[in-house]
């Protein structure tokens, strides 16, 4: 079994930051691409960042500019910076990655969504 586990959500005044953390642990042989998705109220899911496991990174028009999104692979978790936060950005924030378990199984694994909420 794999989990991904968020942390770091919460309330926030426009332009302000926060920081997202998003942990892997479980049965991992490897992973590949990790990311950060998320949904507000009445809106579907969609794609806020990526990122490869060689580092390169691929966002949001909505976020370019003000969030950066990086991993540590010897710790298996993957960051979300957010600065000059907006009302705009409160959703739901959900962790995704696409990992090999040690059975060399292919799967793909979402975390259970940490709320930001950005509002005066």
């Known amino acids: 079994q794999v989990q991904l586990v968020e942390s770091g959500g919460g309330l926030v005044q426009p332009g302000g930051s926060l920081r997202l953390s998003c942990a892997a642990s479980?049965?991992?042989?490897?992973?590949?691409?990790m990311g950060w998705y998320r949904q507000a109220p009445g809106k579907q899911r969609e794609l806020v960042a990526t990122i490869t496991s060689g580092g390169s990174t691929n966002y949001a028009d909505s976020v370019k500019g003000r969030f950066t999104i990086s991993r540590d692979n010897a710790k298996n978790t993957v960051y979300l910076q957010m600065n000059s936060l907006k009302p705009e950005d409160t959703a739901v924030y959900y962790c995704?990655?696409?990992?090999?378990?040690?059975?060399?199984?292919?799967?793909?694994?979402w975390g259970q969504g940490t709320l930001v909420t950005v509002s005066s």
């Open positions: 479980g049965s991992i042989f490897s992973i590949n691409a």
């Open positions: 995704n990655a696409d990992l090999f378990s040690r059975s060399y199984r292919y799967l793909e694994v």
